[in-house]
Nanobody, 127 residues
Framework: QVQLVESGGGLVQAGGSLRLSCAVS????????MGWFRQAPGIGREFVAA???????RYSDSVKGRFTISKNNAENTLYLQMSSLKFEDTAVYYC?????????????????????WGQGTQVTVSS
């Protein structure tokens, strides 16, 4: 079983930075595709960033150039460094992991391809 626990959310002014962490327990962290998604009130869960098991990284257009996803395989931790935050980045941010059988790179941006989810951490950006 894989468990994910996010931390690092909070309140920040527009233009500021935050770093989200996702501690992952379970097997084969380094072999899994990992992603970050977010959900704002009244809006469906949207893709933010992901790192495919083969190393390729993808970002949504809305965060490209401002957010950075990274994995520390030694610590079984996924990070999302967020800079130049905007009011519209306000959302609950979720960490997610794909199952080991999912190897298709094209699924890395799709929430339905992720089998394991954290509880979410709130990020609020004040304008």
């Amino acid at each position: 079983q894989v468990q994910l626990v996010e931390s690092g959310g909070g309140l920040v002014q527009a233009g500021g930075s935050l770093r989200l962490s996702c501690a992952v327990s379970g097997q084969a962290f380094s072999s899994r595709t990992m992603g970050w998604f977010r959900q704002a009130p009244g809006i469906g869960r949207e893709f933010v960033a992901a790192q495919w098991s083969g190393g390729i990284i993808r970002y949504s257009d809305s965060v490209k150039g401002r957010f950075t996803i990274s994995k520390n395989n030694a610590e079984n931790t996924l990070y999302l460094q967020m800079s130049s935050l905007k009011f519209e980045d306000t959302a609950v941010y979720y960490c997610a992991a794909q199952g080991l059988m999912e190897r298709r790179m094209e699924t890395m941006t799709s929430s339905t391809a992720y089998a394991y989810w954290g509880q979410g951490t709130q990020v609020t950006v004040s304008s």
